[in-house]
């Protein structure tokens, strides 16, 4: 994406202009030039995010769940970085590619985290309140040794009304990011504090904050094919 410099261009401005001096201008004009740099990596804070919301087309939404998924699976170790994924049951065939992750596995090895129907939904949801639960009790030192958890969740609907939300608000703390993927806005979460909407005929956003709706950055990103994926 374009983002501004963290050390921009500084130059004294004069009171007159000395019409002879072809340099004049140049700090003024290099200054312009270099206060966007483009096509520079966007980063999304997810480790220290309690939630964020991303909005678009369904096929844009998977496409953004694979790219974040892989970029977290492929920089962290996975008793580092833990991946839960949250879709509907006719969706597995779709999430095959994350099941090569370590990152998807618990660390006690006996659980996948992946969520999809009623009795996979009754073992993570456990799992999830409990681990969460468990770490409202720690204190800071000890939760900053455990695994981070980033949960997508694709389909919203399994996790809405369970007791868990109610550690939305302070996820961040606990070492949980949550992802929520919708189609429209007024569907996602209002634990969000940032939104990402996908346009509908590119691969291109825009990051907007949720408190005072200032849009931080717009960004583009790659089209991921499954075989790649996978």
Same mark, same amino acid.
């Given at each position: 994406?374009?983002?501004? =410099? ?9 009171? %007159?202009?000395? =019409? ?15 206060? %966007? ?20 087309? +369904? =096929?844009?939404? %998977?496409?953004?769940?694979?790219? *974040? $998924? ?14 839960? *994924? ?19 596995? $618990?660390?006690?090895?006996?659980? +996948? ?6 009795? @996979? @939904? ?30 997508? $969740? ?5 996790? =809405? @009304? ?52 200032? *849009? ?11 075989? *790649?994926? $996978?």
């Amino acid at each position: 994406g374009v983002v501004k =410099t963290n050390n921009p261009v500084k130059y004294n401005t004069h009171d %007159y202009v000395d =019409t002879d001096d072809f340099l004049m201008d140049y700090p003024k004009s290099i200054k312009y030039k270099y206060e %966007y740099i483009q096509d520079m990596p966007v980063i999304l804070d997810l480790k220290n995010a309690n939630a964020i919301g991303f909005v678009g087309p +369904r =096929t844009k939404l %998977y496409q953004m769940v694979k790219n *974040i $998924a892989l970029s977290v699976a492929i920089e962290h170790f996975y008793k580092d970085v833990q991946l839960v *994924i949250i879709m509907n049951d006719d969706e597995k065939k779709l999430f095959d590619w994350a099941r090569w992750f370590h990152n998807t596995t $618990a660390p006690n090895g006996y659980i +996948r985290n992946f969520m999809y129907d009623d009795d @996979s @939904s009754k073992i993570m949801l456990e799992y999830l309140y409990a681990e969460l639960s468990h770490r409202d009790e720690l204190k800071k030192e000890e939760i900053e040794e455990l695994p981070h958890f980033v949960v997508f $969740a694709y389909r919203s609907e399994r996790i =809405t @009304s369970h007791p868990l939300k109610k550690y939305y608000d302070k996820a961040s703390e606990l070492g949980f990011t949550f992802l929520f993927f919708e189609e429209y806005e007024e569907l996602v979460n209002d634990c969000v504090t940032k939104l990402v909407f996908l346009e509908d005929d590119c691969n291109e956003g825009i990051i907007r904050n949720v408190e005072d709706g200032e *849009i931080t950055q717009k960004f583009e990103y790659e089209h991921i094919p499954g075989d *790649i994926a $996978a």
